[in-house]
C-alpha cells in the first residue's frame, strides 16, 4: 500500500511538472512568435538583407520557432492534463523530430562553416547593391544604419561596398552612419574623399566578433534547451505508460468474472 501511494505521488508529481513546464514553453512560444510578427510588419526591410535566403531572417526564423513550440508544449499540456495517450505520443514524436533537425542543422553548420562565412558576406553585399534604396522608410537603409552605429563599422567587407550602388549612382558615398562618432553631425561625412571620417571595418567581422564572445551564452541555452527536450520525452513515456497501465487494470477489473 505504501509502495502503491508513494507511486501515485511520483506520478502525479511528474505529471504536475510536465504540465507547469508546457504551459511556461506554450506562453514562451506565444512571446516568440509575437516578435516574429512584430519584426515581419516593423522591419520588412530585414528580409532583404539575404535576398536568397529571405526565409531565414530574423521575423521568419522566430515565427517558425514560435509555431513549433506552441504546437509541441500544447500537445504536451493537454496530454499531461487530460491523460491522453495519443497527445503524449504525438508530443514524444515531435520531440524527437525536433532533436534530429537541430541535430542536422548543427551538422550541418560544422560542415560547411568555411563557407558559410562567405557565402553570407556574397549575400549581403547582393543585398546592398540590389534594395539599398534611400528614399524607402523602414527598409534596408535603417537596418543598416543601426548596424553601422551599434558595431562601429561599415560596409559588409569595408566601406568600398557602398560604391556604385543605385542609390547614388556613379559616386563613392557612403551613408552617414559609416562616419566617426566625432563626425556624426557633418553633414557631408558620408561623401567622397572623406575616408578618414569613416568606420574602416566590416560589419561582418564585428558581428562575428561579437558572436564568438557571446558563444557561451549560446552554450548554456543549448544544454537548457536540451535538457528540456530531454526532460520532456522521459516525462511523456512515463506519463503514457502510467496511463496505459492505469487504464488497463481499470479495463481489466471491469471484466472480471469474480466480480
Same mark, same amino acid.
Given at each position: ?18 504540465? #507547469? ?25 530585414? #528580409? ?70 562567405? #557565402? ?140
Amino acid at each position: 500500500l505504501e509502495s502503491a501511494t508513494m507511486g501515485r505521488s511520483g506520478y502525479t508529481c511528474v505529471r504536475h511538472i510536465f504540465c #507547469t513546464l508546457n504551459v511556461l514553453m506554450w506562453l514562451c512560444g506565444c512571446g516568440i512568435l509575437g516578435v516574429g510578427i512584430w519584426l515581419r510588419l516593423s522591419y520588412a526591410g530585414y #528580409t532583404q538583407l539575404l535576398p536568397k535566403y529571405s526565409m531565414i531572417s530574423a521575423d521568419s526564423l522566430c515565427i517558425a520557432v514560435g509555431v513549433i513550440i506552441f504546437i509541441v508544449a500544447f500537445f504536451g499540456c493537454c496530454g499531461s492534463w487530460f491523460q491522453s495517450r495519443c497527445m503524449l505520443v504525438t508530443y514524444f514524436s515531435l520531440v524527437i523530430f525536433m532533436f534530429v533537425v537541430e541535430f542536422l542543422f548543427a551538422t550541418l553548420a560544422f560542415v560547411f562553416r568555411e563557407n558559410l562565412g562567405g #557565402t553570407l558576406k556574397e549575400e549581403l553585399t547582393e543585398g546592398i547593391k540590389l534594395h539599398y534604396n534611400t528614399s524607402e522608410s523602414n527598409s534596408l537603409e535603417n537596418i543598416w544604419n543601426h548596424i553601422h552605429k551599434e558595431f562601429h563599422c561599415c560596409g559588409v567587407t569595408n566601406y568600398e561596398d557602398w560604391y556604385l550602388i543605385d542609390a547614388w549612382p556613379g559616386k563613392r558615398n557612403v551613408p552617414a552612419s559609416c562616419c566617426l562618432s566625432e563626425f556624426a553631425n557633418d553633414t557631408a561625412c558620408g561623401y567622397e574623399g572623406n575616408q578618414d571620417m569613416w568606420y574602416t571595418t566590416g560589419c561582418a567581422e564585428q558581428v562575428q566578433m561579437w558572436f564568438v564572445e557571446r558563444l557561451h551564452i549560446v552554450g548554456i541555452v543549448g544544454l537548457v534547451v536540451a535538457f528540456i527536450q530531454l526532460f520532456g520525452l522521459i516525462s511523456s513515456m512515463l506519463l503514457f505508460c502510467t496511463v496505459r497501465h492505469k487504464r488497463t487494470s481499470h479495463t481489466y477489473k471491469s471484466y472480471d468474472p469474480a466480480t
